[in-house]
């Protein structure tokens, strides 16, 4: 594993003595906040991560924990005026957070860009998909029409559409949803991107295709050695093809490790409602799926202490702390952060008995 | 795409049909209903009873209702003969009959007032589409500023307003008291363009304030909800400027509806603008329906009508063929 997981960074959100980073992309501090009528909504609070070229991070959490909207937040795709981000986001040793609305634009689509969740929605339905490909590339490059087409027929090709010449010319509801889901990766890989976000980009596809899709995205990693986030709520998406994970709640980590550390020996009690309540093919079919009790928290008013606390089986034993104090995210192992007040050996000894049977 | 336009072009004739019988109807049947006698009116007050028989049977209001109706399709399709007797008029098609005041042929009188009509309706098509369409998108695009809330009042009172309050109080101020625009005849177009302007500008003014409003409501509608679209995120993911993703990716979207009610608007202005052409004494269909329901002018009041009502069943034709042509997921349907 190349990517740091956890840096001593300190936390000097956008001052001006800030250091260039080490890694590719490098999240520090990353706050983003909303003002509604109703409150302040801290969609992502406090979020730090590296990663590097060639690497995939898997961020996983439930619906409105941060995740999506952390990745709006480094391609700059909050409006300014209704979205409070502060923190910084450094991709290639640029400065993104403080940087110019413009700069960040020409920055989008080329050196990042990002393939969303459902495809049906997120193409424009009255242009055809070889069009928004080709307006695509020529955002950021100076090239004729036809170029364009022949690049566009190019990558629908590589991303293994049948006949592309003709498809090309088709629109988004002429394809299937797979289909629609490879034209969309193409039309955000046609720039060759060096971070490539995927918001759940499996989500609305049936496991075969799912699969599939999941073997382009990391194919195409390959060749670019580009670096990939992928977002989802799918453990077993991210089990495939993530080399390290992050788990968010209420819009903070709350375990960051490798991805082989998190699936064997995940330490936050919230991973393990994650990995309980995950169907398996190697588990016994009798055994019944753990569901985690309770719903995800308003983000307007987080649970005081560790936002989990109230869903969490272990925070009663624990006492205090978990009701009052906020867990700040620590190694528990070297490379391997978590964000959980109940001493380590408590919870080596919790998931040794309680967990890992039932894993 | 060749089936669906045969289909529809069919179902716009047999609409057409349906409309002449009801008017037909309405305008035949009422009177008889109310013991009025069509022949009666056509002669005048002073006539003999002797000339309304003759008249009677000249315009065949003897003959039973489906047989009139026969022959007045007949005169719209290739013409028809009148016989009093002594003399035959023809009347060649499509006729709509002979108006009852002046005796004057109806389509002649129809296609005379047509290019005034036309003037006036094209004329502020062109202010509510640039002002309201213009001004919906300011106004979503600044939602909640000050322009929102100037457009949005604009907006509410170009449509609170009718166009007999806009109109006369136009004419006092720029006619009578400022003098910036003079009032008097019509002017066509190909005899003096800038008069012909001049005459019609406080006209396509205020009935354009009154469709521009709803075209501000409806485009700042649109567009908001629009901009909240998937694929807009999508096309400012890619790094389009903002003039892009407005202009190109959410206009596209908004222009759907807007063609749509634009169609059938100008679909009916067609038939005559009745309130704006009588405030502004143009000499349009819409002056030439009120002027013949005035004086029980039956002829005349038909024929507009089925004029305005072809107006409005080709609007409506047009603008589902342009939805074809917008909208890629009409088409294979």
Redesign the interface.
């Known amino acids: 594993m190349s990517s740091s997981l956890l840096t001593d960074v300190s936390p000097t959100p956008g001052g001006p003595g800030s250091q260039p980073a080490q890694s590719f992309l490098d999240v520090r501090d990353l706050r983003i906040h909303f003002n509604t009528d109703d409150g302040v909504v801290k969609a992502v609070d406090g979020l730090t991560f590296q990663l590097e070229r060639g690497q995939t991070l898997g961020i996983v959490g439930e619906s409105g924990s941060g995740k999506s909207v952390t990745s709006?937040g480094i391609?700059g795709?909050h409006r300014r005026g209704s979205a409070k981000i502060s923190g910084e986001v450094w991709l290639d040793g640029e400065e993104l957070i403080g940087a110019s609305p413009e700069r960040v634009?020409?920055?989008?689509?080329?050196k990042m860009?990002?393939i969303?969740q459902?495809p049906l929605?997120?193409?424009?339905?009255?242009?055809?998909v070889g069009a928004q490909i080709i307006?695509?590339y020529r955002?950021?490059h100076k090239v004729s029409k036809s170029e364009a087409r022949k690049r566009a027929i190019d990558m629908l090709d590589r991303v293994g559409i049948p006949q592309p010449q003709r498809r090309v010319d088709d629109?988004p509801?002429?394809f299937s949803g797979g289909m629609r889901q490879r034209a969309m990766i193409a039309?955000s890989l046609v720039n060759n991107p060096q971070l490539l976000i995927a918001d759940e980009p499996t989500t609305a596809l049936d496991v075969t295709v799912q699969a599939q899709i999941l073997d382009l995205i990391r194919d195409l990693q390959s060749e670019f050695n580009s670096a990939v986030i992928i977002i989802t709520h799918d453990l077993g998406v991210v089990a495939e093809v993530a080399d390290d994970i992050l788990v968010m709640y209420g819009g903070k980590c709350v375990e960051h490790a490798t991805a082989e550390a998190v699936f064997r020996r995940p330490e936050h009690p919230y991973a393990w409602g994650l990995l309980s309540s995950m169907p398996r093919v190697d588990r016994e079919v009798r055994d019944r799926l753990v569901p985690i009790k309770g719903n995800p928290p308003s983000l307007i008013n987080l649970p005081s202490g560790c936002s989990f606390h109230p869903r969490c089986p272990y925070a009663e034993r624990n006492g205090i702390p978990c009701k009052t104090v906020e867990p700040a995210l620590a190694e528990a192992t070297p490379k391997h952060g978590v964000a959980c007040h109940i001493p380590p050996a408590e919870r080596a000894a919790i998931f040794k008995s309680d967990i890992a049977p039932n894993l | 795409m060749i089936n669906y336009i045969l289909r529809r072009l069919v179902t716009a004739a047999l609409l057409i049909v349906a409309v002449s019988m009801v008017t037909f109807a309405i305008f035949f049947l009422i009177p008889k209903a109310a013991h009025a006698d069509p022949a009666e009116m056509y002669v005048g007050k002073t006539a003999t009873p002797r000339d309304v028989e003759a008249t009677r049977i000249k315009l065949g209001l003897d003959k039973p209702i489906y047989v009139q109706y026969g022959k007045f399709v007949k005169g719209l399709v290739v013409g028809r003969d009148y016989d009093s007797g002594p003399t035959v008029t023809h009347c060649s098609a499509p006729c709509f009959g002979y108006s009852f005041r002046t005796d004057r042929e109806v389509w002649p009188l129809l296609l005379d007032r047509l290019p005034v009509t036309i003037s006036l309706a094209l004329g502020a098509a062109v202010l509510w589409l640039v002002g309201g369409v213009g001004g919906g998108v300011i106004s979503a695009l600044k939602r909640g500023k000050i322009s929102d809330r100037v457009v949005m009042i604009i907006a509410l009172a170009g449509v609170s307003l009718p166009v007999y309050f806009t109109g006369l109080v136009f004419q006092q101020l720029f006619v009578h008291q400022w003098k910036i625009f003079q009032g008097g005849e019509y002017i066509n177009f190909v005899d003096d363009p800038l008069g012909w302007a001049n005459k019609l500008f406080l006209a396509w003014v205020s009935l354009a304030l009154l469709f521009a409003a709803t075209y501000a409501r409806l485009t700042r509608a649109t567009m908001l909800e629009t901009l909240g679209e998937d694929y807009i995120r999508t096309a400012r993911a890619k790094g389009l400027k903002e003039r892009v993703v407005v202009g190109k990716h959410a206009m596209r979207a908004v222009l759907t509806p807007i063609v749509t009610i634009f169609g059938l608007d100008l679909g009916t202005l067609l038939g005559g603008a009745i309130l704006t052409e009588r405030v502004f004494s143009l000499p349009g269909i819409g002056k030439l329906s009120v002027d013949a329901v005035n004086q029980k002018d039956l002829p005349i009041i038909l024929g507009a009508t089925l004029f305005a009502s072809f107006f409005i069943v080709i609007a409506n034709l047009v603008v589902d063929l342009l939805y074809a042509v917008i909208d890629p997921r009409v088409r294979l349907s």
């Open positions: 709006l391609l795709l634009r020409l920055l989008r689509g080329a860009s990002m969303f459902d929605t997120a193409m424009h339905p009255y242009y055809t307006e695509a955002v950021h629109y509801h002429q039309m």
